[in-house]
């Protein structure tokens, strides 16, 4: 299907319906329960499901059908890591036996999950353009809006 993908209908919500389109009525409705993490996650992609994990539920982006999606964010953004700390470690070339500096496969690996990981990002709304686009119902007033209505403004 050529053009864009479509936005799942919660996402739209979230940000406000801008394009003011009918939403989809007949959307399929996962289980709204927060997934539990896979035990099969390395150490570092669990510690960043349980970091990120009650951001997105509160926000309503994340079910029970998204948990390989988040699992996949989750070790991408693991395997970024363990490259960058082999990268740190070692450098990011090394000398061939013919005396050639040549790239370690390390930093193939780290651009490879990054990526992975920032497509991954985009659909939980993890990246600053993603989430500028998203209003939470339940976000807290900005100092702004408090000034605003002390002055009585429309706030």
């Known amino acids: 299907m050529a053009g864009r993908k479509p936005k799942p209908t919660s996402l739209k919500m979230l940000e406000g319906n801008p394009g003011k389109r009918q939403l989809n009525p007949n959307e399929p409705k996962p289980d709204a329960s927060v997934p539990k993490c896979p035990a099969w996650l390395s150490k570092e992609a669990k510690r960043e499901w349980k970091r990120l994990v009650p951001f997105l539920e509160q926000a309503g982006l994340l079910t029970q059908v998204d948990r390989a999606a988040f699992a996949g964010y989750c070790q991408s953004y693991a395997d970024w890591v363990d490259a960058k700390a082999h ?26 999950s990054l990526k992975t990981m920032l497509k991954f990002c985009t659909e939980f ?12 119902a339940n976000a807290p007033e900005s100092e702004a809006d408090d000034m605003e209505m002390l002055l009585g403004g429309d706030g």
Do not use: C, D, H, K
Not at 90 to 97: D, I, L, W
Not at 125 to 136: D, E, K
């Open 87 to 112: 990268i740190a470690e070692e450098g990011s070339t090394f000398e061939t036996p013919n005396g050639y500096q040549q790239q370690t496969p390390w930093v193939s690996i780290a651009q490879a």
């Open 125 to 136: 709304g993890l990246t600053p353009s993603s989430r500028s686009r998203i209003v939470a």
